[in-house]
């Protein structure tokens, strides 16, 4: 059986659309699947949308969560509730095509793949979402060990084998596709060309996006706090040479009591120090949200079509 998982955060606007097309897609080339729609506390029509569909067809089935928790959240809790041998994730606004399973389908069964994740080659649309995403990849490219993420999202399909490795990863602040490149497996691509949104606007607002990168930095690589030792170690040289003039210039007796000079070290290392703190803050931060151990999302209820609503 075929999992797929799908979150949503109010986007009633898209979902008649997006339930069609994703039926449609699978249907191409199984019937044995279900479509796991997690409703992420939306405030709109979604949630009652989708049991409209999941009425109609009962392989629709709507995990709707308490709350907002966000879509990493969201999909973990889809992953959690999948039963599929073979389970897919996808964004819920039809930038990624689910007519695209189809060749991630084949490739797991005739190739032997474990996951298959989707590569972005190319993004419709310009706009400056797409020049984060860019720098985004760039830095986690090269301060991390994870190799093969470049590009891809959480549009994947997945063996059960590797879901469980994913889901053995408990940690509460986390970013799904580097835990995907993390297990190992045998992972393959397919190349696709990033759609613009369906309808509505983004639901990942800038600031959650940015929360999402750092989340992925701090968790694959310990850039952020080496930064902090490069930092010093640049003062501490600078220092060194300016310490070594500053007692010349006292024994040669041409010293003089420079307002600037002192200024800009004030300024130099007050500044370092305050983001070296800051940085220590986020690691500290993060020690606690994992430390304080709650649930990544509480569930209102599970409209699998065999309980009566
Ligand atoms: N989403 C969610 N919870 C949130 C924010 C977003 O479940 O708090 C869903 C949203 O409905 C969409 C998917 O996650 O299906 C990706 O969101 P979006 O398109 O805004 O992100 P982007 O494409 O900018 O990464
Ligand atoms: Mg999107």
Request: net charge neutral; hydrophobic share 45%; proline share 2%.
């Amino acid at each position: 059986m075929l999992s797929i998982v799908i979150p949503i955060y109010n986007e009633e606007g898209l979902i008649n659309d997006l339930v069609d097309r994703t039926v449609a897609a699978l249907e191409k080339f199984t019937t044995d699947y279900e479509i796991i729609f997690v409703d992420d506390g939306s405030r709109d029509k979604s949630l009652k949308n989708l049991l409209l569909h999941q009425d109609k067809n009962s392989k629709i089935k709507v995990l709707a969560l308490s709350g907002n928790f966000g879509h990493q959240a969201a999909f973990t809790a889809g992953l959690e509730y999948s039963t599929g041998d073979l389970v897919g994730m996808m964004d819920g606004d039809l930038q990624d095509p689910p007519e695209l399973f189809e060749e991630m389908y084949r490739k797991i069964i005739e190739e032997g793949y474990d996951i298959i994740s989707g590569k972005r080659s190319g993004r419709k649309g310009k706009n400056s979402r797409n020049l984060y995403t860019f720098l985004f990849h760039l830095l986690f490219r090269n301060v991390t060990a994870i190799q093969n993420m470049e590009n891809t999202g959480n549009f994947s399909l997945m063996r059960r084998e590797a879901v469980d490795a994913l889901l053995t990863m408990k940690e509460k602040i986390r970013y799904l596709p580097g835990l995907r490149a993390f297990i190992g497996f045998k992972q393959g691509y397919v190349d696709y060309i990033r759609d613009e949104r369906f309808d509505g606007d983004p639901k990942m607002d800038l600031s959650k996006l940015f929360r999402l990168a750092a989340d992925a930095i701090f968790a694959f690589s310990r850039f952020p706090i080496r930064l902090c030792l490069y930092m010093g170690m640049f003062g501490t040289i600078v220092f060194m040479f300016a310490g070594l003039y500053v007692i010349i210039a006292k024994i040669a007796g041409f010293a003089i009591i420079g307002w600037s000079s002192t200024m800009l070290s004030i300024y130099f290392l007050g500044s370092i120090q305050l983001i070296s703190i800051g940085i220590v803050g986020e690691y500290v931060y993060r020690i606690y949200k994992e430390s304080q151990n709650r649930p990544l999302y509480f569930v209102k209820k599970f409209h699998d079509g065999k309980l009566v609503k």
